[in-house]
Every structure is written in structure tokens, then in C-alpha cells.
């Protein structure tokens, strides 16, 4: 239901701010508007975004929680899909999603929203290093042997030369 209403309000809002915007300022101004705004909305996007790689890299390298890096790299991405579709409520929405103290409530918010019932990171019978857990030395593996298609007492003639 509320995606239903998000498509119906959305182009309603966006058609009446362009009447009046166009009307108080003009065609070729309101355009210029929109397209300064996906120019520069597409390079904060860009800018933020690698910053929210990063965070996110750095969340699995330390093994941390990846939840909040990946929201704020939705968040991002869904500012980026806003600022390029013309108009000026999506505009206001996704220059409001790049600031960063709004992606923090907005993901306060969802999380109070969204109850976790687990979280896992691995298959928990993996192990980082370390001795064998088992005690044994005896490592289990099974083997192919191949048969080399040549005849080995002849050169493979890879290396030679035209």
C-alpha cells in the first residue's frame, strides 16, 4: 500500500513544484535547476560512496558488524537514483540522504523497526589458522591423478619460436 501511494504522490508533488517553480522563474531556469542538481548530486554520490566502500571494507576486515556500512551505502545509492530523476522533491530527498547525520536517524529509525533473530558470520565449522581443532594429524583429501597428453620424453615445443 505505501509503495502504491509513493508512486501516485511522488509525480503529483514533483508536477505541481514544477508548475510553480516554472512559473515564478521560468522554463530554462527551472531546467538549468534540475540539471545542475544531477550533475552535482552524481559526484557527491561518488564521492560519499567510496567513503562507504571503504567503511564497509574496513567492518569486514575487522570482522565487525556490517549492517550500518550497508545501509549507509543503500542509503547512498537510493540518494543517487533521487538526485538523477528529475524534480525537486526527489532532489530535496536524496541531498537529505547524503548528509550523514540524516542516513544515522534514518537507520536508528529501521532498526528500531526490524527485529534480528540471529546473526552469522561463516558456516561456524570453519577455522582461521591455528592447529587442527580435531587434535589429529591425519589430514582426509581425495585425489585425481592425471595423465599428461604427450609423450614426456618429448619436448613440448611451446617454447620454440615460429
Known amino acids: 500500500?505505501?509503495?502504491?501511494?509513493?508512486?501516485l504522490l511522488v509525480p503529483i508533488i514533483e508536477i505541481a513544484l514544477f508548475i510553480q517553480v516554472g512559473g515564478l522563474i521560468g522554463l530554462w531556469p527551472t531546467l538549468a535547476i534540475?540539471?545542475?542538481t544531477a550533475v552535482m548530486g552524481t559526484a557527491l554520490v561518488r564521492t560519499q560512496g567510496r567513503m562507504a566502500l571503504a567503511n564497509l571494507q574496513r567492518s569486514f576486515a575487522d570482522l565487525d558488524d556490517p549492517t550500518e556500512p550497508l545501509a549507509h551505502g543503500a542509503m547512498i545509492l537510493l540518494s543517487g537514483v533521487l538526485l538523477l530523476t528529475p524534480g525537486f522533491f526527489t532532489d530535496a530527498v536524496g541531498f537529505a540522504l547524503l548528509i550523514p547525520g540524516v542516513r544515522?536517524?534514518?537507520f536508528r529509525y529501521l532498526k528500531s523497526k526490524v527485529q534480528i533473530t540471529q546473526f552469522q558470520m561463516g558456516t561456524g565449522t570453519q577455522f582461521r589458522g591455528g592447529p587442527n581443532p580435531s587434535g589429529d594429524d591425519v589430514?582426509?583429501?581425495?585425489?585425481?591423478?592425471v595423465q599428461p597428453r604427450r609423450d614426456p620424453s618429448k619436448p613440448s615445443k611451446w617454447v620454440d619460436g615460429p
Open 34 to 36: 534540475v540539471v545542475v
Open 104 to 106: 544515522v536517524a534514518v
Open 1 to 7: 500500500m505505501y509503495l502504491f501511494l509513493a508512486f
Open 139 to 145: 589430514i582426509d583429501g581425495e585425489y585425481t591423478e
